[in-house]
């Protein structure tokens, strides 16, 4: 059992529902683990003030919580694990170029709604340097709206307008670093050493060349190595992302509590999800890779049992693009399992989806899928084909040795498929980041274009086209039918291809990133209604397909998931369960070929109990002959238990 259960179990023994009695009872629930966590970093005998003053904090924070959040938070105490309906289906995207500004994106609510979808993840929209800003990711100011997206109060408009919708909004806390022209960074380069503690400032680069020893580069194009030298300070500065980004010091316990208080007022402001930006990052220790240390899971940790306290309706997401294995810590081990983040990226899912069609194959990710631990019950996974940023190769070595090929060659060979380097890939993107002392490398464009569209719409092939479309759908398909949140990325719904106009600004050319972050073709939407385009079958058939996920409660997440491996290893099944009478089966053929697969098991399964079950997604029935079922090219079949 774990906190927000135990939680929900207290709230549920109160009839009279008082919010202030309730926050006391969570602080008295919540509070040996809080001291244990806050200990476990920042050491009893040097910091006990520090411990004293967060109880302090802790109530004025809650006094800070609206009366209708407050009462919201008590309402999804008693809903239970929300997050995990077969309801949510969730979409990402740039405020200004989704449509224009946030009155913008609240007047194009019911296209969302159309579509079917309910939680939105708005990329950073506080304010940030006007140059380069690594999108958002460089924070001038946690809580004040940008005023090209409008201003805070229409932001409170529309969180205001999203409850009345039944709809969830996904909000970044970068909770790593600041940009450099953040208050505090701004005080510490003119000398002040309280805020020169904030982050890791040194007066040489003795200690940096120390860490620079065991620190990988994040972008070793753009920005190598882990440290700036700042000549207004006369000090070095540790910037692990970008220069104008500066790492934040949690060492310094004043740090996280400054933190707590951003994150709880940005709470306040509405924010269902907070995604926690990069915090595999929030500890860094000499020696190390500074990624993923146990330290950062106990501040993580911390900052969860702490908002679990004030706010309790209000969750994380993990942004952790690690090793698989790395990546379900986040979800908490031991005394923290389902204690840390509610929420955590599916990266490894995506990959490998990338992986298999470029390999038309399934034996890596099979290998890799079941091979990742089993998730803790009350949490869950945001599934996706991609995001905002680019797509990594982050397979296990060793899975990919045992399949009897080569990592380094095999990596090569996907960046080559990818980036334009072989004649016979439809894929149309572009490299991002690569290192050539390592031959790493990342991949960016938008699905739609990695996926053949965009090269089969320029040579106007039909055949290319028609494989393009279905594809696009059967990733999708996976995505909405797997366990844990579907997120789509906006306009990958029509089919958007790349979008080159980066290469006009300054600010964004040198990053590749930004051609799979097209703006939003209303012109086209418009037309999927009434015209036979190759957007409007993409978004018809996701249409569908998302009112099929609300509709069949297989989908919400139990850990409700088998995989099926049939022998074919162009294959992809898998199986949601309900109770015995209940059960989706997925099929995928990754090939560019028909494939079949033996259908003994399936007839066990009891999918064909009552004669040709109906294909969810073409509707239509489906036969097997001679024992055999045969899947089509790129084909993805949902097959409902009858």
């Known amino acids: 059992m774990n906190q927000a259960t135990l939680h929900k179990l207290i709230s549920s023994k109160f009839e009279e529902k008082n919010p202030k009695a309730l926050f006391e009872l969570r602080l008295a629930t919540n509070l040996n683990l809080i001291q244990q966590l806050f200990f476990s970093v920042y050491p009893e005998e040097k910091y006990s003030g520090d411990f004293s003053r967060l109880l302090d904090l ?46 913008g994106l609240k007047a194009k609510l019911p296209y969302l709604k159309e579509l079917g979808v309910n939680f939105l993840h708005l990329m950073p929209i506080t304010t940030r340097p006007k140059g380069e800003n690594d999108g958002g990711y460089a924070v001038n100011n946690y809580l004040q709206v940008d005023k090209k997206y409008g201003t805070k109060e229409d932001l409170l408009e529309l969180t205001k307008e999203l409850r009345k919708q039944d709809m969830f909004l996904m909000l ?20 002040d050493k309280k805020y020169q503690g904030y982050y890791y400032t040194f007066e040489n680069d003795t200690i940096p060349k120390e860490f620079e020893k065991s620190m990988p580069e994040v972008f070793p194009e753009t920005s190598p190595g882990n440290f700036t030298y700042i000549s207004e300070m006369d000090h070095w500065v540790m910037t692990v992302f970008n220069s104008y980004q500066w790492d934040l010091n949690y060492t310094n316990p004043e740090v996280f509590m400054e933190m707590l208080t951003n994150l709880v007022k940005l709470s306040n402001m509405g924010v269902d999800l907070v995604r926690f930006d990069a915090l595999a990052f929030l500890w860094k220790k000499m020696g190390t890779i500074s990624q993923n240390l146990p330290e950062a899971h106990n501040i993580i940790a911390l900052f969860r049992m702490c908002l679990q306290v004030v706010a309790p309706g209000t969750i994380f997401l993990a942004e952790a693009i690690v090793a698989p294995t790395q990546i379900i810590k986040y979800f908490g081990e031991n005394q923290k399992k389902g204690n840390e983040c509610e929420v955590a990226y599916n990266a490894s899912l995506m ?29 869950t996974w945001i599934n996706y084909i991609r995001c905002h940023d680019d797509i990594g190769l982050g397979y296990e070595n060793q899975f990919i040795e045992e399949i009897g090929w080569n990592p380094q060659q095999h990596r090569k060979f996907l960046l080559d498929y990818y980036c334009q380097r072989l004649d016979w890939s439809d894929a149309v993107g572009l490299m991002f980041m690569y290192n050539p002392k390592t ?62 106009s980066f290469l006009k600004e300054t600010s964004k050319k040198e990053d590749s990133r930004w051609v799979n972050r097209p703006k939003q073709d209303w012109e086209t939407i418009s037309k999927v209604n009434t015209k036979k385009l190759p957007q409007s079958k993409i978004f018809k058939t996701l249409q569908k397909l998302i009112a099929i996920r609300k509709e069949t409660p297989v989908f919400a997440d139990s850990n409700n998931l088998t995989l099926h491996n049939t022998g074919n290893d162009h294959i992809l099944v898998f199986e949601r369960t ?42 239509k029935k489906i036969a097997i002959k001679s024992g055999l079922l045969e899947v089509f090219p790129y084909q993805i079949l949902w097959l409902k238990k009858t």
């Open 58 to 103: 802790l109530p004025k924070l809650f006094a800070l919580r609206p009366s209708e959040l407050m009462n919201q938070d008590l309402q999804r105490l008693e809903m239970g694990n929300w997050y995990q309906s077969e309801k949510m289906v969730g979409m990402q995207l740039y405020v200004e170029h989704f449509n224009k500004d946030l009155n």
């Open 351 to 379: 990959a490998l989806l990338w992986n298999s069609a470029a390999t038309k194959k399934t034996i890596l990710l099979y290998k890799s899928l079941t091979n990742v631990p089993a998730k803790p019950k009350d949490c």
């Open 439 to 500: 031959g790493d490398g990342r991949i960016t464009g938008s699905a739609a274009s990695l996926l053949g569209l965009e090269k089969g719409l320029n040579e106007k092939d039909n055949a290319l086209i028609k494989d393009a479309i279905a594809k696009i759908i059967m990733f999708h398909g996976v995505i909405l039918a797997y366990g844990g949140i579907p997120m789509i990325y906006a306009g990958d719904e029509i089919g958007a291809l790349n979008d080159y």
């Open 578 to 619: 309900g109770n015995s009478n209940e059960g989706l089966l997925v099929i995928c053929n990754f090939d560019e070929k028909p494939q079949v697969v033996e259908a003994s098991w399936i007839l066990k399964l009891g999918y064909f109990t009552k004669g040709e079950p109906k294909d969810l997604v073409s509707d």
């Open 172 to 191: 970044d806390f970068v909770v790593n670093h600041t940009s450099n022209e953040f208050s505090w960074a701004k005080k510490a380069t003119k000398g």
